[in-house]
């Protein structure tokens, strides 16, 4: 199994990008896959998740700006992520049962 994250760059604040998980070896239709960040030194955390049946939540940080979805078609997770802001600099991980991608970095600073 193999999760494949990417999409991330640098952007100023108040700028937006867009996160793609691909996910191989094993269909991600009926199971939940997530997005986590890491910040160097802090705990890896969860930013947003959504289930078998669509149905998302999203950390109180995020929550307005970020936008979680799948395509159970192309077996692909995405995070659309507007109005970043500092804060949200990270190394951004998906998770799909038990599995980790290596992570994409997204960087925001003016």
């Known amino acids: 199994v193999q999760l494949q994250a990417s999409g991330g760059g640098s952007v100023q604040p108040g700028g937006s990008l867009r996160l793609s998980c691909e996910v191989s070896?094993?269909?991600?239709?009926?199971?939940?896959i997530a997005w986590y960040r890491q910040v160097p030194g802090k705990e890896r955390e969860g930013v947003a998740c959504i289930s078998g049946a669509s149905t998302t939540d999203y950390s109180d940080s995020v929550k307005g700006r970020f936008a979680i979805s799948r395509d159970n078609a192309e077996n692909t997770m995405y995070l659309q992520m507007n109005g970043l802001k500092p804060e949200d600099t990270a190394v951004y991980y998906c998770?799909?049962?038990?599995?980790w991608g290596r992570g994409t970095l997204v960087t925001v600073s003016s």
């Open positions: 070896g094993l269909s991600l239709r009926y199971y939940a």
């Open positions: 998770h799909h049962l038990g599995f």
